[in-house]
């Protein structure tokens, strides 16, 4: 247990400091191990509806069957222990890049990370989210600040944008790319060039032109938007926070679909704030 957490802080760790100060070798290390324990994984799980995570044969997989311990104390890796190693590591929002990159994901993947009243509206019919802001608690980390540390870049629609552009700042430092047949052909405003783009791309389109921009891990965001990523496949995971709240109506996070979206549960979290966050994975 104390190896293997040693091994995601590394990673987790590195991926935090600045580039010039990273240690590629360590972590191609630490990489490897894990890998390998991903291998465990693999053979025990790979009957299991669900099971994404692919990895390569490594040779020093049989090392990771017994784990040694300060003090001389070792124990052996059970399926359940496995198991739970890999639910931790896909629940936690802080892991996510390091087990993205560590499964050598090349493709760009669309991530939803939003909050919605208890009946699934994420804003009111004329925009207004005071309701949520105001049942937000400062002294409570919600995973928002270490989920947008490991995007590349965030696509909204119009709906998104025009609420944000109501904010007294610009509250992204990632580029953004907003959606819209209305605001295509519209200047992006001066103080915002280097970071906002406007497009009229479809969600297929956008993605192919975000992943030439070389992102890989894009925040998608706003109900409409969502939806229609979700349509097209193009959202891999989602992290909604529901709000203890019920506002009758407004804009709803979800809608109507030609087919059912199956979704792995991964993680749910009750705050004491009573904001219950839920963490889910789209099945392919
Ligand atoms: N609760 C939360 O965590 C949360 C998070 C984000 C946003 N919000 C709130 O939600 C509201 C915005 O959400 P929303 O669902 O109304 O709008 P949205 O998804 O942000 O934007 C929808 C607009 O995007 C454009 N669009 C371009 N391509 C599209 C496509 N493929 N599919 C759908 N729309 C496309 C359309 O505008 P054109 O007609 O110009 O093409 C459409 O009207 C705001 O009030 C915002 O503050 C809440």
């Known amino acids: 247990m104390v190896k293997e957490l040693f091994l995601n802080a590394k990673i987790v760790v590195n991926v935090l400091r ?3 100060q990273r240690d590629p070798l360590g972590v191609a290390e630490a990489r490897q191990i894990l890998a390998s324990a991903y ?15 692919k990895v390569s044969r490594s040779p020093t997989a049989p090392r990771l069957r017994r784990f040694s311990m300060p003090g001389g104390a070792s124990f052996r890796l059970t399926q359940t222990f496995l198991t739970a190693y890999f639910g931790r590591l896909t629940a936690s929002v802080l892991y996510s890049r390091p087990l993205y ?11 939803a990370f939003i909050a919605t009243s208890l009946d699934g509206f994420i804003a009111r ?8 802001l105001s049942r937000d608690d400062p002294s409570e980390d919600h995973g ?27 509250p992204y430092t990632k580029p953004v790319l907003v ?20 497009s009229n791309l479809s969600p297929r389109a956008a993605m192919d032109r975000m992943e030439r921009d070389g992102w890989r891990r894009v925040y998608v965001d706003g109900g409409q938007i969502i939806l229609s990523f979700l349509r097209e496949g193009l959202i891999d995971d989602m992290v909604i926070t529901r709000i203890p709240v019920l506002i009758g109506a ?17 993680a749910t979290k009750a705050y004491p704030s009573g904001l219950v966050q839920s963490h889910y994975r789209v099945k392919r």
Do not use: C
Not at 127 to 132: T, V, Y
Not at 180 to 193: D, E, I, T
């Open 179 to 198: 959606l819209s047949k209305q605001l295509a052909a519209s200047p992006v405003p001066s103080n915002l060039h280097s970071r906002l783009r406007f």
């Open 250 to 266: 407004g804009r709803p996070l979800f809608g109507p679909l030609s087919e059912d979206i199956s979704l792995t549960h991964l």
């Open 39 to 53: 291998e465990i994984l693999n053979n025990h799980l790979s009957n299991r509806a669900g099971w994404q995570v």
């Open 125 to 132: 019919s004329d925009g207004d989210i005071q309701w949520l």
């Open 101 to 111: 990159d560590i499964q050598g994901n090349s493709m760009i993947t669309g991530h």
């Open 18 to 20: 600045p580039e010039d």
């Open 144 to 170: 928002y600040n270490s989920f947008i540390r490991d995007i590349d870049g965030i696509v909204m629609g119009r709906g998104s944008y025009e609420k944000v552009r109501t904010f007294d700042e610009w």
